[in-house]
């Protein structure tokens, strides 16, 4: 006696309630069933009659019996699918061929007093259960399949918990019903809530929707919905803009608040977890408010039917989205309603009642006088033409799934008793046993729908999707266009398959940023809400939407729409390209230039002009600026170790040799003024040698430094990746920036030393000397270089090579027509003054001067 032993339990459990009172008040003494006798019995309970509160006892007198309020017009076609099955297992030759199956269908009254009087009549098979009792035997109950709402499988689990007893739901989808610990015997032929609810994150999440509002009722499912898919939706990237709960209770002051909120914001996709009773005051608030454009998304078809029939809604709605989940079709089921008889089951104490209803009519034996305009029910009806809700297939097919699984399970188990030398049959198993072989059923239905559970005892199965496509005429025709699979990906991820491509709106709080683009956060606003901003030079982002842009390669550079790198081609500053060629031309005419003067110079090197301040270093400073212009070629090309070596150093040497060839030739004459008599000791240093002297000991002096240069850090090829983002410049580094710096500083202290120099000496007679000439040459030099230093350190790539081959060519320049160009126009166009008469009568012309001057200042 397995139930008489828990029984004391559960009613201790139960004080306080309807079971605390006597028996005979609990219920109507005269509860109707339908039952069918077979090898093993299968229980049903659902909801196809409705009390009213008249039916249950007020404690004040015995009920009088059943009263029914009403009949529910999808709960008696559930049961019917129920014996469809059973029937339809009965005739199979392949699923339980020696056994038949029986049924006990029992009616719960949509009340939890209800459902659990009936299960416990069905345990202890009594009428009206005594605890701790049964008094008859007979064919094994193998399990319950039940019931209708939440709230009543609860109370039901609890109780059929206690005793491992089997109970398959059908329509059941709290969450907290796949909680194995409070309820170990429960299982389900759908999906609970939250995996629902889960599925439907993975179609927005599909859809590509990044700003979503959610809709959610303020109870506990409303908030174990919203919370899981906020989580969900915010680890895929989706961004909540808003979530609405809408109180149990009908309020206009929260319903009109929450349409405001709806209007204020900009997401276009609406996902609801709402009930049928808070559903459709917040769309017909909508109608009374400029909102256009939304998608309302739900895990479920009922809401879509809701929607769809509300007049004028298409003003709202774009298109809107449900899951069905997908289970076996009870195939045939139709024609079994359509040849259903109340003669043909005169067991079946729910019929006649549910005829009266369906078909409006009363039965002739019910009434001895017939009232006018009443009509009388034949039994010949059919329900062929009666339809039922949409969404309450979906109901039918998981009843039929469920007597089905149980039938699978109890097949499963005696096999499995056989293989093992078990003598396990259909009259000899413990409800625990048939518990075990249900959670691993693993089959396929008639119409080869595969159907399996998971750990929580619920339904492994996928999900139809289903849209309201808004016509031109502004009506929703529900279309099936896709599936959601939760079996074909690993983990918890779940795939969506659309069976053709959909246009659906965008839902976005910022608008995709394009290659080339990337997002910059708005302050406070989340994730989703960012605005665009273009890679800067040398970064690119080939993708929408990147949060940053990515550093192109050393040897690329970012395109000019930045979503893609180019290679950067290698350049300098070549003989071939147009500047090149023109400093080229240029080098080499002044080159020509210097080398003609020198040959003047030779031609004449006996006149006066070329013997007048040492004609020997006249001779040195022409071939020094024929060189100098020459190293400018050094400077063009690409550039190798040999050239890198010899660019800076040459430069310097060369110009070094220049330049204090010029400071000897302004000494020269600056002494030569000096000596007042015969036997002066300063007269030495106008000979030839001490002008040697001093080109030799400040050329030497450069070249020491450029020896330390060379031998410590020389110049060598590099490669300059940031002047130019679009090319490589191919350039000589120089080494040791400190020694460069000395080399150039000590060029500088020498040419402001000779200009320094020439000068004070500018005011000589110029007919003897060349100082006006010297001055204005190193003026010219001075200023070149003087401009070379900003330009040089500004420019950037082949520019830097550029400044400094114009700054050697104008500085050669002056120095070459500052000195020699006077020189050779009188040698070569005034040749009368190249004579030592002319000099002599300047000179004496020249005294004459002198001497007014002087008359003029004294007093």
Known sequence: MWLCILFPVLFGCLSGSAFSAPRAWLLP???????????????????????????????????????????????????QSFVFAIEEINRSAHLLPNVTLGFSIRNSGDTVHGALHE????????EEPIPNYTCQHGSPQAALVGDTRSSLSVSMARLLGLYKFPQVSYSSSLPSLSDKIQFPSFMRTLTSDLTSSFAVTQLIIHFQWSWVIILAHDDEYGQQASSLATQELNRAGVCIEVILHVPSHESLGKIKEIVQNMQKSTARVVLVFLSNANFQPILYGLLDVPVSGQVWVSKDTLHMVLALTIPDISQVLHSTFGLLYHSSRATGFPEFLAHLRPNQTPEDMFIKKFWEFTFDC???????TVTEGVQLCSGNESLKNKQYPFAEVSKIDAAYTAVY???????????????HGKVTDSQDFQPWQLLHALRKVHFKTPDGSKIMFDANGDLVTKFDIFQGQKTPEGVFPLVHVGMIDPQVSPGSKMMVHLMKDLQVPRSVCSESCLPGFNQVPRLGAPHCCFDCRPCPEGQFADQRDMKSCLLCPKEQYSSHTRDRCLPRTEIFLAFEEPLGFMLALAALFLAGLAVLVLGVFLKHRDSPVVRANNRSLSYLLLVSLCLCALCALLFLGRPSVTTCLLRQTTFAVVFTVAVSSVLAKTLTVVLAFRVTRPGDRIRVCLSPGASTSVVLIASFMQVVLCGVWLATSPPFPDRDMVSEPQHIVIQCQEGSGT?????????????????????????LPDVFNETKFLTFSMLLFCSVWTAFLPLYHSA?????????????????????????????YIILLKPERNTAVWLRQGHQAQQDRQSKVLQRMSP
């Open 29 to 79: 003494r005269q509860r109707p069933r339908f039952d069918r006798p077979g090898d093993v019995i299968v229980g049903g309970s659902f909801s196809i009659f409705r009390f009213s509160n008249g039916t249950l006892s007020d404690f004040t007198a015995p009920p009088s019996g059943l009263v029914a309020s009403g009949v529910s017009n999808w709960g008696y076609r559930v049961a």
């Open 119 to 126: 299960t416990m009549s069905f345990l202890t098979r009594q």
């Open 362 to 368: 009363k039965w002739p034996h019910q009434s001895s």
């Open 405 to 419: 699984s149980i039938a699978h399970a109890l097949q499963d188990m005696i096999t499995h008793g056989h293989q």
């Open 739 to 763: 020694i460069f710096f000395c080399v150039l500083g000590y060029l500088g202290f020498l040419a402001a030393g000779t200009f320094s120099v020439a000068f004070l000496a500018r005011g």
């Open 796 to 824: 950037r790539g082949k520019s830097t090579v550029a400044v400094e081959i114009f700054s050697i060519l104008a500085s050669t320049a002056g120095l070459l027509g500052g000195i020699f160009i006077p020189k050779c």
